[in-house]
Every structure is written in structure tokens, then in C-alpha cells.
């Protein structure tokens, strides 16, 4: 905890609150404090495979997530950006009650007709599908595939704040690399891309074709991790300083220079 956190606490801890203050602080640092029990798995995932090589290969080894308190505000954004996906993913499914041509595939049917080399259908996670690759080593969720006036797609969900909603005019180079990684395992070549404003709800849409050359990049990525974890050296730092934002992985990133 840095200097300023613990004054921060110290202030909270001692300045005399009214009871609605005292309420929202103490509900707060329950969301803040309550331990996230979910520990990553040592698979790739699609998520960051476009971020910190250094940091997919503490996770790829199994490095120990260093504990930090948690922004309550975070904790609620990702746990409204998951109800929205269900919501938008139950409303793609009555598009073709209204005689639209709009098809939700169910992705194990899917992969049992059109089968990919490695890829594997894990479990049914209400309208999401846990997916594995055995060859890449990567274990993804995936938000759907459809069938739209005939062609497939895997349909990719986002949900933005407003100032970045705003001025977008195409999927973030992130999310792209995250979808190649599905293009790869489900062996579909287009996305359609769903962002909607957390705001105000308001939606658009991009449509990515995924070509071999995007793909060899992701390849390229594992195989170089890979060729670290096989020879036990640290790939290079990230100079992106929006890599280590989040990262749980600082500690013994210092250490390793």
C-alpha cells in the first residue's frame, strides 16, 4: 500500500461520518476488500494475447498474482458489462421472431458440423460457450456465433464509456487481436462487432474480416512465449504504460528488470 492509500484509509478511518456516508463507505470497502477468488489458469487467453508478453508469460507459468485491493468502481463495471451481454445476446436471439434473417447457433452444434483442429467445447455458460484449444493452449469464452442473412459470424460484444464510444469509428486493435484468437479456434473469418455506450445504450457496429496474416501474428506471439517458458527467459518489458495499469504481476516484473 503506498503512502497515499494508507493516509487515505487512515482519514477515512477517523473522520466521524454521517450514517449515509458511513453506509456507502463500508459498502464500498466490501466490494474493495472482498477477495476476488478467481485464479487464472496457465492457458492463453484471447483477452491479452495482444498486451504485455512479459505479463501472458507470468500467467502461462504460473507466477502468484500479487494481492491487491480492488477498485469498487471496476468491480462494477465489469459486473454490468457481463449483464449486458446477456441482455443483448437474448435480444439477438428474437430477431428472427420478427422475420428478420438472424439465426443464433449454438457454437457446439456449430463445431460438431464444422469442425476445427484442436478445438473443444468446454461448458455452457447460460447464452456464453467456455471453448479450449489444445493446440494453442487457450481457453476462451465465447459471446456467439450467428448466421445473418446467410453467412456466419462470431459475434463479439463490447460495452464502452461514453468519451470513447463517442469518437469511435472502428474496433480497438485489442479487441481485433482478441477476436483473431476465436477466427483461429472456431475457424470463422468474420466478426461482427457490438459496441454499445454504457451510458446511454446507444450501439454500433463494425463488420472485421480476419486474414492469415492476423492470425500468424497470434501464432507468432504463443510460439515466442512458448520459446521463453522453453529456455526460462523473461520477455521484454512493456512500453505501453497502459499494460501495467492493472497488472498483478508488478512486484516480480521489478525484480526482473
Known amino acids: 500500500m503506498s503512502l497515499k492509500d494508507l493516509t487515505k484509509l487512515v482519514k477515512n478511518l477517523t473522520e466521524e461520518k454521517s450514517t449515509e456516508e458511513k453506509f456507502l463507505y463500508e459498502l464500498n470497502e466490501t466490494m474493495s476488500r472482498t477477495p476476488n477468488e478467481h485464479k487464472p489458469s496457465k492457458f492463453y487467453k484471447p483477452s491479452s494475447i495482444g498486451g504485455c508478453k512479459r505479463n501472458i508469460y507470468y500467467q502461462r507459468i504460473g507466477v502468484e498474482l500479487e494481492p491487491e485491493k480492488q477498485d469498487c468502481n471496476l468491480v462494477g463495471i465489469c459486473e454490468s458489462g457481463s449483464n449486458r451481454h446477456e441482455d443483448i445476446q437474448n435480444w439477438v436471439t428474437k ?9 443464433w447457433v449454438d457454437v457446439a452444434e456449430y463445431l460438431k458440423a464444422h469442425p476445427v483442429d484442436g478445438t473443444r467445447v468446454k461448458e455452457k455458460r447460460n447464452m456464453e460457450t467456455k471453448c479450449f484449444n489444445d493446440n494453442l493452449q487457450m481457453s476462451f469464452l465465447c459471446d456467439g456465433i450467428i448466421k445473418f442473412d446467410g453467412s456466419y459470424y462470431i459475434l463479439e ?6 468519451y470513447k464510444f463517442q469518437g469511435q469509428v472502428k474496433p480497438f486493435e485489442e479487441h481485433i487481436e482478441q477476436a483473431t484468437c476465436y477466427s483461429l479456434c472456431l475457424g470463422i473469418d468474420n466478426i461482427m462487432f457490438l459496441y454499445e455506450d454504457r451510458n446511454f445504450c446507444s450501439k454500433k457496429t463494425f463488420l472485421i474480416p480476419i486474414t492469415q496474416d492476423m492470425k500468424n ?6 510460439f515466442e512465449i512458448e520459446a521463453n517458458i522453453e529456455a526460462n527467459t523473461t ?5 505501453n504504460p497502459k499494460d501495467c495499469n492493472y497488472c498483478l504481476y508488478k512486484n516480480r516484473c521489478h525484480i526482473d528488470g
Not at 157 to 162: G, L
Not at 235 to 239: I, N
Open 95 to 103: 430477431m428472427s421472431k420478427l422475420g428478420y434473417k438472424c439465426e
Open 157 to 162: 460484444i463490447k460495452t464502452e464509456v461514453s
Open 217 to 222: 501474428v497470434v501464432v507468432d506471439t504463443i
Open 235 to 239: 520477455p521484454t518489458k512493456s512500453v
